[in-house]
């Protein structure tokens, strides 16, 4: 495909998401009709409106991308666009706060899960 080609598809991922990321870079070099696809996905399940409002689902991306321990770029990339997006920098924080307890306790609880089943304690009924 044409470099024009790449760098509209890039400017329109651009525009529907508020920001573009070296993947996104990396996946038009090298498989653009499959970036369409992709993109197709994205306007259905992310950047379209359907009930819940932009500003919250880029929240939910937060606290999910932070969870799971995503790249910080691609974390403030979903900052970046729920600030513009109307959320104060108060809500954006209260969304990370919110992932402290389920993910800490996850990892404690499969920890301990593991410790139970290899040591035989805990495990009485």
């Not at 993109?39 to 991308?65: H, P, S």
């Not at 900052?79 to 404690?108: D, K, N």
């Amino acid at each position: 495909m044409a470099s024009d080609d790449k760098e509209e598809m890039l400017k329109q991922m651009a525009e529907n998401r508020g920001y573009t990321l070296e993947m996104h870079r990396i996946m038009a070099e090298v498989d653009i009709e499959w970036v369409g696809k992709y993109n197709q996905f994205i306007e259905a399940t992310y950047t379209g409106q359907r009930t819940l409002d932009r500003k919250t689902k880029e929240l939910l991306q937060v606290a999910v991308e932070a969870a799971l321990r995503a790249d910080v770029d691609q974390i403030q990339a979903h900052i970046r666009v729920a600030l513009q997006e109307g959320a104060t920098p108060t809500e954006v924080l209260e969304a990370l706060q919110c992932v402290i307890m389920p993910m800490g306790a996850l990892a404690y609880r499969r920890g301990l899960q593991a410790w139970s089943a290899e040591t035989g304690i805990g495990l009485e009924k």
